[in-house]
């Protein structure tokens, strides 16, 4: 199978502060890597989608300079929430797609609650 | 992406099958049909997809209507530990993006 962990699992942190959640992909190499946030008893919602060493493309309504990602690699993605407000508060899942995959399944990460108090 | 129609929720009786019906009259041609389930406070799972034909994996069986419009997923024999939300999901291979919408929430029960 294919196998993408994020760390942390979760955080709590104080407003004001910035949050850096890491997203893997443990065993193989992913083009393109997603980020999604998703409130209590709500679908998720596509944040972002990072492809290896460009720019991030960002879903509308979602600001950049807030939610920070970084793909620097084939196996890592990074997402940074800058200064961090309770409403940031959210569980946030990326996903990966694998390189020259032949279909459109993405796998998922275990997903990363934050709490800002 | 298709816009895809799923019941809010449904319950199943633990052994038996259960069928969750999926409408997406939009899907285009080159659209795939894919199913994800999420388990509470957990990253989605991949279940399966198809195009036309009918699939089936060691985990569910995937049928869709001779039109397109419509798709139900089968899983055989429902554990308590199926209980989770189910998404259908059109996505074009040529796209990256996966919109998830509403879900079914399957609740299998003793």
Known sequence: GAVVSQHPSWVICKSGTSVKIECRSLDFQATTMFWYRQFPKKSLMLMATSNEGSKATYEQGVEKDKFLINHASLTLSTLTVTSAHPEDSSFYICSARKLAASSYEQYFGPGTRLTVT | ?110
């Open chain 2, 1 to 110: 992406d298709a816009k895809t129609t799923q019941p809010t929720s449904m319950d199943c009786a633990e052994g038996r099958a259960a069928n969750l019906p999926c409408n997406h009259s939009t899907i285009s041609g080159n659209e795939y049909v894919y199913w994800y389930r999420q388990i509470h406070s957990q990253g989605p799972q991949y279940i399966i997809h198809g195009l036309k034909n009918n699939e089936t994996n060691e985990m569910a069986s995937l049928i869709i209507t001779e039109d397109r419009k419509s798709s139900t997923l089968i899983l055989p024999h429902a554990t308590l530990r199926d209980t989770a939300v189910y998404y259908c999901i059109g996505a074009n291979n040529a796209g990256n993006m996966l919109t998830f919408g509403g879900g079914t929430r399957l609740m299998v029960k003793p």
